[in-house]
């Protein structure tokens, strides 16, 4: 089915006008982290989740699973449109350097609603849904069918794009996915996905899934908002993409993009959401256009985005936003093409308590906010000057105190010093203290100079005067949106009225051959912490191609904007 929807969106996209193709949906154009660890109220309620996510949407987003009335309880959303409370999380992308260090990849996220006909109905209070799979891989399973992942805009179907597959690499890497819109009238299910499923078309006595078709099955009646969720990675300078190699992994530890999955818990004002639907859905669509549409435009605020922060606390652990970690959060080896396709169990590892941040990581490209644990100091006025994180192009991210920015500061939660050392896993700081004498990351950097090691050695380079200004200018916050940009000098994403983001960013990484084994001390540090989590596949895997019946899945497939647009409606 996949192909014959490419090849439709292809040969319809030089039918109809770009106008059309906003007939029937609009797009949430601005979605930013609210927080990104391992929390998961629907897998994990009360307790830290099994691997790290990428949380956007409410502020109130915690490790409870919420009703519905807690949703709207929160301060804000980090979504685009205020009226959105919902909360939407997926595995964190990570970046696999040479000497086997992890490290998160910045991103922003985009939201798409389609409304494919007149009898589509609004959420109901309290729905609950998971897409895709996390603890096993199958591209057959029909939670799996909504993968949509993208190199540089370029589909690749389910599968992750890898140095065999790609070996010229990827200065961007999109992980979307669907959420099935058809439902049976149940708020949630013991597997969070048998009470919903996905449309279907039929013809010629034949039955098949259409993702965002209009038509329901007869056991799932009810035709809700399709949803298509889209996080949009970029790889930052030092992120280098090596030839014939594994570049990529999600915080499962999986290198296939299989084991790709979204958490979904509604939290729309009602009224908003029901007459978006009416007014601006099907036949009305306004695309990225939101304040075209009036139940929006009362809180359509890019600023009050930018100002949202989490509300409450967040595992106590170092995920990679300052430095590179030497494995993944959680019980969680490299999870490759070649290992089984059911998620090793673990059975004994160290999981933190509970804090405050006490401090956030900013990256001014793409106004990103991430709350962080961190007890390298307690004097928060030398984050910027000496605690310079390695993620992100030189001079545009940095580490400032928690509680201070954000439209309503008096209601996060903030850690201290004490009580993040408290809480840490066991062993936690001595493993990354090995890793980094191991790989020689020892982040001395100052305030004109970006200063980390590389695969292959050392690099510095020299910030421009602007990005320079951003790492030494006054830590007290930014309270709006401009004058952060102002103060920082660093362009901001640029949205676009098409189907991806455009943002300032380097040229596609060259392609190295070059890989470095992981040294005795970094295997030291992983045997340590992972105690019972065995890694005997702790180096990196090459994923061989034609594998796990992979022919003609990383066939090049070039698609103009419009017709990835196209692919997205359904056409």
């Known amino acids: 089915m996949r192909p014959f929807l490419i090849a439709a969106a292809a040969a319809l996209g030089a039918l109809v006008g770009a ?27 009360g307790s830290v989740s099994a691997h790290v996510h990428n949380i956007v949407g409410a502020s109130n987003f915690n490790m409870n699973a919420s009703d519905y009335a807690r949703t709207q309880e929160a301060k804000c959303s980090s979504i685009i449109v205020g009226a959105d409370k919902s909360n939407y999380w997926a595995p964190l992308l990570y970046f696999i350097h040479a000497n086997g260090t992890f490290q998160p990849i910045i991103n922003d996220a985009r939201i798409y609603y389609f409304t494919k006909s007149t009898e589509v109905q609004p959420f109901p209070e309290g729905l609950r849904m998971i897409s895709g799979l996390a603890i096993s891989r199958n591209a057959s399973a029909i939670q799996s069918q909504g993968i949509e992942i993208m190199c540089d805009h370029v589909s690749e179907g389910q599968w992750l794009p890898n140095g065999t597959s790609h070996p010229e690499g990827c200065s961007s890497v999109t992980m979307g996915i669907y959420l099935p819109s ?41 035709k809700y908002p399709t949803v298509f969720v889209e996080f949009n990675y970029y790889l930052s300078e030092g992120q280098t993409w090596r030839a014939d190699d ?43 256009q939101l304040g075209d549409c009036a139940p929006f435009v009362p809180t359509y605020n890019q600023s009050a ?69 961190f007890n390298l100091t307690s004097n928060y006025s030398l984050l910027e000057d000496e605690f310079i994180p390695s993620l992100g192009d030189p001079g545009a991210s940095r580490l400032r105190e928690w509680g201070t920015w954000g439209a309503d500061s008096s209601s996060v939660t903030v850690g201290t010093i004490d009580e993040i050392n408290a809480n840490l896993a066991d062993s936690t700081e001595e493993n990354l203290t090995a890793a980094g004498t191991a790989t020689g990351h020892d982040f001395v950097d100052t305030a004109t100079k970006w200063s980390a090691t590389s695969d ?116």
């Open 456 to 571: 292959s050695g050392t690099s510095t380079v020299s910030s421009s005067p602007a990005a320079s200004a951003s790492t030494t200018s006054s830590s007290s916050s930014a309270s709006s949106l401009t004058s952060a940009l102002a103060n920082a000098g660093v362009a901001a994403a640029v949205v676009t009225s098409d189907s991806t983001s455009q943002v300032a960013s380097s040229s596609s990484p060259e392609s190295t051959s070059s890989a470095a084994t992981p040294t005795a001390a970094i295997e030291a540090a992983a045997t340590t912490t992972t105690k019972a989590c065995k890694r005997s596949k702790r180096g990196i895997t090459k994923a061989a191609s034609g594998k796990k019946a992979r022919s003609g899945v990383h066939a090049h497939r070039k698609h103009s904007k419009r017709d990835m647009l196209n692919h997205r409606a359904g056409f």
């Open 19 to 45: 106008e059309s193709l906003t007939q029937d949906h609009w797009i949430l154009n601005w979605a930013t982290p609210i927080a990104v660890g391992r929390i998961d109220p629907i897998i994990s309620p």
């Open 246 to 288: 594994v570049n990529l992994a999600l915080s499962t530890g999986d290198t296939t993009g299989l084991g790709y999955h979204l958490d979904f818990q509604n939290g729309w004002d009602n009224d908003v959401l029901t007459n978006a639907i009416k007014e601006c859905g099907f036949g009305h669509g306004v695309g990225d």
């Open 182 to 222: 058809c439902g049976n009238g149940s708020l949630d299910s013991t597997d969070h996905f048998s009470h919903m499923t996905w449309p279907v078309d039929s013809g010629g006595g034949l039955t098949w899934i259409n993702l965002n078709g209009a038509t329901c099955p007869d056991s799932h009646p009810i």
């Open 305 to 373: 985005t930018y100002d949202c922060a989490l509300e409450g606390e967040i595992p106590d652990e170092e995920i990679g936003f300052y430095r590179p970690i030497p494995q993944l959060p959680g019980c969680n080896p490299l999870w490759t093409v070649d290992d089984d396709d059911i998620h090793q169990e673990c059975t004994d590892y160290d999981n933190p308590g509970w804090v405050g941040p006490n401090v956030y990581f900013e990256n001014l490209r793409l106004l990103e906010h991430v709350p962080v644990a």
